[in-house]
Each structure stands twice: as structure tokens, then as C-alpha cells.
């Protein structure tokens, strides 16, 4: 009989300050890192599908409670078709093994973004997926699918506008939190910190709304390269800032 559970080791992150709750990753440089090594592009995607699943491991074994990774925008359709078939096969093979591969890790699975422009087989996967997984209480992996946050806040303001039309809400009652409710997000925490590898220095339409207070963590690594050090790496930087959402330091 196992008499001590076997501590994960700390690396260095310090255990008396608080960790991100939610992490949220910008999936970015699959494409180079494949062009680097003379490999197609999907070659690329696949490795970046790697990293994702063991960052997840990780992050559940020291207990975020939710990791936002962004895999698809609205403005990835721009890309030749050749690709974008490529990432959705890669996804549904995601999503078909996803309880397989997070067997006994007790994660739960979420998805935002329009999935209603996904294909038929794609939007039933993430429904099984979504639904088998919902008891569980580990980490929150959330899958943003055709996300973009212009489409999301402009969605919000439309159904808001319908429902204070048909007398369901008073528009007088708009506020942060009623139209917190109307996003994707209305039932995640917002993002503490935001990583972006692949030295790119930009948001790409990912949590516009969510990420006001967040901090970032940006890297030239390439996301297939991205490893359990980088994470760790950003959540100590992440401990030693300063967050004062307009107050004043503490
Ligand atoms: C990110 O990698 C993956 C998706 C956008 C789905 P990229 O494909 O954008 O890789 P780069 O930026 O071209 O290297
Ligand atoms: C952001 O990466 C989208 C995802 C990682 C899914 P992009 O490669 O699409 O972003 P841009 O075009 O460089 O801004
Ligand atoms: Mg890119």
C-alpha cells in the first residue's frame, strides 16, 4: 500500500503565492515549425496537438482549474482548404480519443466559439464529449472552436438587444455582469494569465472581453516546442507581478 501520495515536484513555482487559476494559450508557430524541418504544415498541427495533450496533464496535476486553449478562429476559414481540412481532421481524431487519452485524470472538457459552422460529425463529437465528461472535477479544459471575440461580444449584443425587445430583460439592468452572461464564457473565470509563444505580440481576436485584467507571458518558442518549463516559467513570472486592477499595489 502506497502510504504517501507522490508530491509532483514544485519547479521552482512558489507554493506561498496563489496560481493562475485559468491559463489561456494562444496555439501559435505550428506552421514554422514544420517549415523549419521541411515538413507540410499539418505535420506541424500534429506536434502542437501533442504539446496540448501533455500541458493538460500538467496543468491538472498541479491543479489549475481551467486551461483555455485556442485551436481554431473565425479567421483561421481564410486559410487554403487543404489546411483547414487538415486541422479539422485532426481535431475530430482530438475529440474521438479525448476520454481515452485523459483516462483516470478526471478532466472535463468544454468548448466555445460558433460550433455551429463546424461539420455535423465535428458538433456531435464535441456533444459526447462535452456531455461524458461534465461530472468531472478535475481541470476545465476549454477548446475555443471557431472563436473569435468580435463574433462572440457582437452575438451578445444582438441577443440582448432581441431579449430586451421581447420585454425578457430591461435594458436598463445592462450591465457587466448581464452581459458577462451572454458570452461563451459565462461560466469560466476570466483568464489570469494569457501565454502567447511564437513571438507574435498580439491577441488575434482570442478573450477581447475576458483577458481586461489578465497578464501576459509571450515567448519565441514554437507551440510544438512548448514544454512543462515554459509553463512553469510563466507561472513564476506570473507570481512575481503586480496585480492592481486600477487600485493601488498591496
Ligand atoms: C497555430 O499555428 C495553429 C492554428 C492557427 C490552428 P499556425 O498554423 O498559425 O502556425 P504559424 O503561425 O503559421 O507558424
Ligand atoms: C491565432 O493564431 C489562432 C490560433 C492559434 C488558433 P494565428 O496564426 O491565426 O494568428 P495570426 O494570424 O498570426 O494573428
Ligand atoms: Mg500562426
Known amino acids: ?33 514544420a517549415a523549419r524541418r521541411g515538413l507540410p504544415r499539418k505535420a506541424g498541427h500534429r506536434e502542437g496537438a501533442n504539446t496540448l495533450k501533455r500541458l493538460v496533464k500538467e496543468c491538472n496535476a498541479i491543479g489549475i482549474k481551467y486551461l483555455t486553449a485556442y485551436a481554431f478562429s473565425t479567421e483561421n476559414w481564410n486559410r487554403p482548404r487543404e489546411e483547414v481540412d487538415a486541422l479539422m481532421d485532426l481535431l475530430l481524431e482530438f475529440l474521438r480519443n479525448a476520454e481515452k487519452e485523459l483516462a483516470g485524470t478526471n478532466i472535463r472538457i468544454l468548448v466555445i466559439g460558433d460550433t455551429g459552422r463546424l461539420s455535423d460529425e465535428i458538433q456531435k ?70 501565454i502567447r509563444p511564437s513571438g507574435e505580440y498580439r491577441l488575434s481576436n482570442f ?35 503586480n496585480r492592481r486592477f486600477g487600485g493601488l499595489q498591496r
Open 207 to 241: 478573450l477581447l472581453w475576458q483577458s481586461s485584467y489578465s497578464e501576459f507571458w509571450f515567448s519565441d518558442v514554437l507551440w510544438p516546442d512548448f514544454t512543462k518549463e515554459h509553463l512553469y516559467q510563466a507561472i513564476r513570472d506570473f507570481q512575481n507581478r
Open 1 to 33: 500500500m502506497q502510504l504517501f501520495k507522490r508530491k509532483p515536484k514544485n519547479h521552482g513555482v512558489d507554493a506561498d503565492r496563489k496560481l493562475p487559476v485559468h491559463i489561456a494559450v494562444i496555439m501559435d508557430g505550428n506552421g514554422r515549425w
Open 125 to 194: 463529437e464535441i456533444e459526447r464529449v462535452v456531455v461524458n465528461t461534465s461530472v468531472n472535477t478535475g481541470l476545465n479544459l476549454v477548446i475555443a472552436l471557431n472563436y473569435g471575440s468580435r463574433c462572440e461580444i457582437v452575438s451578445a449584443a444582438a441577443r440582448i438587444a432581441r431579449d430586451a425587445r421581447d420585454g425578457r430583460i430591461d435594458p436598463e439592468k445592462v450591465d457587466e455582469r448581464l452581459f458577462s452572461s451572454y458570452l461563451y464564457t459565462r461560466e469560466i473565470p476570466d483568464p489570469d494569465l494569457v
